[in-house]
C-alpha cells in the first residue's frame, strides 16, 4: 500500500512539521529506532508539538541536568543531550554524560572544544551512542572517532555540505547528522553529500505566536 492512513485530530492539527526532503536520508538506527530527523530546541512547547524523530538539546550555557530532565520529560521521541566540551570540558563532561544517560537520554553530543581524552573517558561510563561535533573539515576526525565518537554532527553554517562531503570520502562507514539550513535546497545538498540525519531549527515560538495573531487579527478586521 502506497497510502499510509493518517490521524492528527483537531486540536493537534497544526503540529510543526519538520521538511519532507528529509525522508530522504538513510537515517541513523539507535536502540532499533530509525532516525532521520532531528529537531534543534530546548523549548518544550515545541518539542512536544513536532513531529522529528529525536530532539538535539544543545545551548550556549554551562549544561544542567534539570534542564535534560526536563526535556527528557517532556518529549515523545529520543533526546541527545548537550554535556559540554567548551567552558564545560573534562571530568565535569564526564560526570554529566553518565548523568544524562541515567536520565533517560539517547546520547550525549559534545562541543568541538572537547578533548579526544573526554571523549575517550565518556565512552568509557557511557553505553549510549557520544556525538561529535565537527565545525571545519581541518579538525582531526579521525581522532575524534579512535578517541571513540559514534556519530559525528557536523555544524558548519554554509559549508556544512562541504565539511560532510570530505569526511564521508575518509571515511565511509561513520554516521554523520548535520545541519540542514533553511531551504529544501540546502537539506537536499546536504543529504547528497552524505549525511544520514539532519537537524532542523524549527521557528521561535515568539514567531509562530505571531503567524497566529496575525490570522486572528484578520478575522475582526474582516468583520
Do not use: W
Not at 487579527?217 to 468583520?223: A, K, P, V
Amino acid at each position: 500500500m502506497d497510502k499510509i492512513p493518517e490521524y492528527t485530530g483537531t486540536l493537534r492539527s497544526h503540529l510543526l512539521d519538520v521538511p519532507h526532503v528529509i525522508h530522504q536520508c538513510s537515517g541513523i538506527r539507535i536502540f532499533g529506532r530509525k532516525i532521520r530527523s532531528l529537531v534543534f530546541s530546548t523549548d518544550v512547547a515545541i518539542i512536544k508539538n513536532v513531529n522529528a524523530d529525536a530532539i538535539i538539546a544543545v545551548y550556549p550555557f554551562t549544561p544542567q541536568p534539570a534542564i535534560a530532565q526536563a526535556i527528557i520529560g517532556v518529549a515523545d521521541v529520543p533526546v541527545f543531550v548537550g554535556v559540554g566540551g567548551g567552558t564545560t570540558n573534562g571530568p565535569r563532561s564526564v560526570r554529566l554524560a553518565a548523568y544524562a544517560e541515567h536520565q533517560g537520554a539517547y546520547g550525549v553530543v559534545v562541543n568541538a572544544p572537547i578533548s579526544d581524552e573526554t571523549i575517550f573517558q565518556i565512552k568509557k561510563v557511557v553505553d549510549i551512542p557520544v556525538i561529535a561535533t565537527i565545525v571545519s573539515s581541518e579538525m582531526d576526525i579521525g581522532t575524534r572517532i579512535a578517541a571513540g565518537a559514534d556519530i559525528l554532527n557536523v555544524s558548519g553554517a554554509a559549508k556544512t555540505p562541504e565539511i560532510v562531503r570530505t569526511i564521508r570520502q575518509d571515511f565511509p562507514d561513520v554516521a554523520i547528522i548535520a545541519t540542514g539550513g533553511p531551504t529544501d535546497e540546502d537539506i537536499e545538498r546536504t543529504i547528497q553529500a552524505g549525511a544520514n540525519a539532519i537537524t532542523y531549527t524549527p521557528p521561535t515560538n515568539g514567531a509562530l505566536f505571531a503567524q497566529m495573531m496575525r490570522k486572528y487579527r484578520s478575522r475582526f478586521d474582516q468583520n
